[in-house]
C-alpha cells in the first residue's frame, strides 16, 4: 500500500468532480431539492397558518381588550379555547403551535399596576412550537401587539409581562424522520451510482486498462475510491443539514454514531456497485442493475414514510434491506438516541458492509480474461 | 539471445473455443522497432497484453527483460511503458496534470517538461484532455507512458483512427524514440506505418504468424520479380510483353503492370517497346509492398477498404 498513489488518485476524483458541472449539480443539488420539497410539503401538518389560540382564565376588562386587540391586527384568526382544560392538556391534545394563556387576576394586576408602579407586571404565558418557523412568525406579531398594548397603558413601564414556554413535542416532527432517511438516501444512491458509473465509464474508456500496466495496486486504487465517496456522502450530508436546520427548524445530535453510519453505508454500497460492475461490464446494463437494487430499497426501507404503514409482509421484508439498518441507525443517532436501535443496526449494517467490500475487492481484478 | 528483451515461445490463448493466439514464437532485441503486422482479430492485442502482464496466456513462455511475465509482473511493470489500445486519460485532467499523476503512480521525480517537449505538446500543456484531438491524445499517451523512463514502450496502434497529418506526427515522434535508443513493440495495420518505421516485421494472421523478418528479407524472400507499370501506353504492349513471357495484370484506364524477373528483363522489355514502335507517357518499377505480400500470403487484404479510411 502505497500512500502517495493513493493521494494521487484521490486528487484526480476531485479534480474530475470539481470541474464537472452536472455532477456538481447531482451530487448535492438533487438531495436538497428533496428536502425543500418534503419539508415545504410536511412542515405546516397540523398546524393552521394565522390561528392563534387564547384561553382567557382572567375574563376581566383587560384581558377582553387584548383578545379585542389580536382580533384587530387582522392578522390572526382567533380561536377561544375552553378554560375548564388545562392549557398544557390543550395544547398536547391539539396538535396547535400556539397558545396564549391569559390568567386569571391578569386584569386586577394592571389595576395594580396603574395604582402602584412599583407593583409586578400582569404576566402572560405562550405556549409555542419552538421548532416551527411558522410559530416564530406569530410570536413576534404577538409580541408587537403586546408591546402596542403597554405603550398604550404607560408609555414607558411594562405592565405586561410575556413568559414564552417552547414545547418540545414527543412526537417527531415529520421532518426528523425525514432528514435522516434523505441522508441514508442519497449517501446510498452517490456511492452505489459514484462507484458504478466510474468503474463503467473507465472501463470503456480503457483506462482501466492504462492503469493495469502501472505498479498501481487494486487495493490502492478501491481505497481511494472509497475515500472519494466518503467525501462527497459528508458533502452531501453537509448540504442536507444545513437546509433542514436553516429552514425547518431540524434540530438533530450531531455526533460519532452518524458518522459511523454514513461511513458503513459507503461501505456497503460502493461494495455492492463493485461486485455489480464486476459482472455486469456494459455501461447501461449495469446503471439497470443499479436502478433495480436502489429503487426497492429507496421505498421500503422506510426512507419517505414510516414503515408502521405499510402491511406487515412489507415490514418483514424491510428487515432484510440494508438501508433500512442505516435508516433506523441515523434516525437513532440523530434523533432519538436509542442506544440499543444504534448498537443492533451498526452490527447488522457493519457485517453486510464488511462482507459486501471484501467480495468487491477479492473479485474486481486488473486482470483481463 | 543474449540481446533478446522480449521472447515469446509457442504462445497460445484461447478464448472460449476460439484459438486467439495459436502457437506463435518470436523474439525481440534491444534497441530495435519490432512490428507486429496484421489485420483487425488477427491477435496482434491478444499477445500485446500477455507480453504487458495484463492477460493470462493459456500456455506458451513470455519473458520480458529476462523475467517471466507471471512471476514478475510487479518488477516488469515498473521497466516497461504501455500505450494500450484506444488510449484515454481523465477528461477533466490537463496535459500536465495528467503526465504529473502517471508520474505519481510510478513513484518516479520524471521531468515533465523534458517529455512534453519530446511529443511536441508545449503549446497544449493547460489544456484539458477532453479538448485535445486525436492526434495530440495519442501525442499524450505516448508521453503517459514514458514517464518511468521505460526500457521497452509497447504501441498498440497508435495512429489508428488519425488522420494523415497526424499521423505523420506521431510517426515523428516515435522516430524520435528510435533515435534516443528505446526498444520498441509496434502493432499496426498499417503497412505503410511498419514500413517507415520498423526494424524488423512479423506478420501475424488468424493467430498466427506467417512471415518473420525486415522489410527487404520478406520481400525479396516472397518475390522474385519486379513490377513495371505503363501508363498511356498505345496499343500492344500487354501482348508484347505476353510474348516475351512477362504475366499482365490490371489493364485499366490505359494502364498495365507487368511482371518482371529482373533489370535485365526490363531493358529487354524497353528496348522491344522502341523496336515496336510503342509510345507511353510513363513507367512506373517498384518491388511489391507488404501490403501485396500480404495478400499473397493470405489471399485476404490487410485492411478492409470499405471499412477503414
Known sequence: MNVKRVIANLVVHLKQFSREKSTIFFVLAFPILLMLLFGFIFSDVGSSVGTLYIQDLDGGAYSQGLVGAFNGTGVFDVTMVDTNISPDQYYADNNIDILLVIPAGYSDSIYMKLLDPASPEANLTILYDQSNTNTQTKISIVGSVIDGMNKELSGSVNYIGVDLQGQQSDEFKFIDFFAPGIIAMSVMSSSLFGTVGMNTELRQKGILRKLATTPLTRAEWLLSNILYQMFMSLLSTVCILAVGMGMFGLRPHINIYMFVFILLCVFSFAGIGMLITRFVKEAESAQAAANAVMFPMMFLSGTFFQLEMMPDFLQTLARFLPLYYVNEGLRAAMISLDYSIILESALVIGTFGTVVFMLGVMLTSWKEN | ?309
Not at chain 2, 502457437?23 to 488477427?42: D, Q, R, S, Y
Not at chain 2, 500543456?125 to 484531438?133: C, D, M
Open chain 2, 1 to 309: 539471445m543474449a540481446d533478446d528483451v522480449i521472447s515469446v515461445k509457442d504462445l497460445v490463448k484461447v478464448y472460449d473455443d476460439v484459438r486467439a493466439v495459436d502457437g506463435i514464437t518470436f523474439a525481440v532485441e534491444k534497441g530495435e522497432v519490432f512490428a507486429f503486422l496484421g489485420p483487425n482479430g488477427a491477435g496482434k492485442t491478444t499477445t500485446v497484453e500477455i507480453i504487458e502482464t495484463i492477460r493470462d496466456a493459456t500456455s506458451g513462455e513470455v519473458s520480458i527483460l529476462g523475467m517471466d511475465v507471471k512471476k514478475n509482473r510487479t518488477e516488469i511493470l515498473k521497466r516497461i511503458g504501455v500505450l494500450p489500445q484506444e488510449f484515454s486519460s481523465f477528461d477533466r485532467l490537463t496535459v500536465e496534470e495528467t503526465l504529473k499523476y502517471y508520474a505519481a503512480l510510478f513513484c518516479t521525480d520524471c521531468d515533465i517538461n523534458k517529455l512534453i517537449d519530446l511529443v511536441n505538446l508545449e503549446e497544449h500543456r493547460k489544456k484539458l484532455y477532453i479538448n485535445l484531438s486525436g492526434g495530440l491524445k495519442q501525442r499524450v499517451g505516448i508521453a503517459v507512458s514514458l514517464v518511468n523512463d521505460p526500457e521497452i514502450i509497447f504501441l498498440d496502434e497508435p495512429t489508428t483512427g488519425l488522420d494523415p497529418r497526424a499521423r505523420h506526427d506521431v510517426w515523428e515522434v516515435i522516430k524520435g524514440l528510435k533515435k534516443e535508443g528505446k526498444t520498441i513493440f509496434l502493432t499496426t495495420h498499417y503497412m505503410e506505418e511498419a514500413e517507415v518505421l520498423a526494424d524488423y516485421i512479423a506478420i501475424i494472421s488468424k493467430g498466427k504468424i506467417i512471415a518473420y523478418g525486415t522489410t527487404t528479407e520478406l520481400i525479396d524472400k516472397h518475390f522474385k520479380t519486379v513490377k513495371v507499370t505503363i501508363k498511356g501506353g498505345t496499343e500492344g504492349v500487354g501482348s508484347l510483353a505476353e510474348k516475351m513471357g512477362m504475366p499482365t495484370q490490371g489493364r485499366d484506364n490505359g494502364n498495365i503492370t507487368i511482371e518482371a524477373s529482373g533489370n535485365e528483363q526490363i531493358v529487354e522489355f524497353l528496348n522491344a517497346l522502341k523496336a515496336n514502335n510503342i509510345s507511353y507517357l510513363s513507367m512506373d518499377i517498384r518491388k511489391p509492398n507488404l501490403e501485396e505480400l500480404f495478400l499473397v500470403l493470405t489471399g485476404e487484404a490487410l485492411i478492409d477498404k470499405r471499412v477503414t479510411q
